[in-house]
């Protein structure tokens, strides 16, 4: 039986992460490949400078990188987001492949039970999508 957590544990309701980008344009073609949708769009003196992408409840923001730090920053390193859905995850690895992504691991069954593909994004950022054995 879960124990229940202290109230001074954080008990987040959702997370969305935001990651900044060098070509948001490229970047937005490659999560609506994965099937995330474009939600909220943040625009300056008419160019688009972010999106908010949805995935059923989950929101994931990208932003276009304004260089300051350098072109030459690093993104990505160190980072992946786990995705878990219900869904047919071999449905989903080859819409997103017809749809230009590159896999780097083909939808496996794991060890530990579940099945799931691995991507990275267009700066360097990993994704694991996965679905939990039933």
Known sequence: MPKTPPKSQLQAVHIAPGITVDDLTKSIA????LGFAVGERWEDGGKLMGVMLHAGNNM???SQDDFAKGKDRVKGVGMRT???TDQDIDEIAARAKAA???L???PQDYPWGGRG????DPDGFKLTISRESR
């Open 100 to 102: 230009g992504v590159k």
């Open 117 to 120: 593909f691995a991507v990275t």
């Open 104 to 106: 780097d691991a083909e």
């Open 60 to 62: 994931y923001g990208l």
């Open 30 to 33: 490659f999560y609506e490949g």
């Open 82 to 84: 786990w995705i878990s």
